[in-house]
């Protein structure tokens, strides 16, 4: 290869490199912006429990702040909404592990899937007949406070009083709704950050 033609490649080489480079950083900050207006912003408690049958089975990302923490291991929080009435369970699920103290008063951001559990009669009878084999039901045992609150129970001092105001909630939404269960929601947590 002569000198010019070496000269002439070089050239040309460094031209395509100059090129592209220049190109590439105005196609990478576009291809970054798509990503970003792809990539959905955190829902906020509120927004997802006025419509959570249109989110269930989706994997979404959810803000708040998160009012207790389970005292069992850290297994499950609850973020609060706008009021203490709009509360979501997040379950930590094995890729978090447990969620550590400083969640608590913290605002969180959480990504996981929605789940709905359904509460109906067959659930409540199952229910029973395991507090029969147990014969354990105490009062002051009715349940964590705070999944009573998620889970829009009324106060309850004991497992049957749980139970009862379940079925009451049944009847109500079947004589409304044609619906004879009761949905709960969560989240079975994938990641989280606490910002």
Not at 181 to 189: A, C, D
Request: glycine share 10%.
């Amino acid at each position: 290869m002569t000198l010019i033609n070496k000269w002439s490649l070089t050239l040309l080489l460094g031209m395509t490199l100059g090129l592209a480079s220049c190109g590439g950083d105005s196609n990478k900050s576009k291809a970054q912006t798509s990503a970003e207006e792809a990539t959905p912003a955190a829902l906020e408690v509120d927004q997802v429990l006025a419509d959570p049958d249109s989110l269930v089975g989706d994997t979404i990302k959810v803000e708040g702040v998160c009012a207790h923490i389970c005292k069992h291991g850290g297994g499950k929080i609850f973020l609060m909404g706008s009021d203490d009435t709009k509360t979501l369970r997040v379950e930590a699920g094995e890729s978090i592990g447990s969620f550590p103290q400083e969640t608590v008063n913290s605002i969180v951001r959480v990504t996981g899937v929605l789940v709905e559990d359904r509460i109906d009669e067959d659930y409540l009878a199952q229910w029973e007949a395991q507090i029969a084999d147990q014969a354990k039901e105490a009062q002051g045992e009715g349940g964590c406070a705070a999944d009573m609150k998620a889970n829009a129970e009324a106060e309850a001092n004991s497992v049957r009083e749980r139970i009862a105001n379940f079925r009451s909630r049944i009847a109500d939404r079947a004589e409304k709704e044609g619906k004879a269960y009761v949905s709960l929601y969560h989240m079975e947590g994938l990641s989280y950050e606490i910002l």
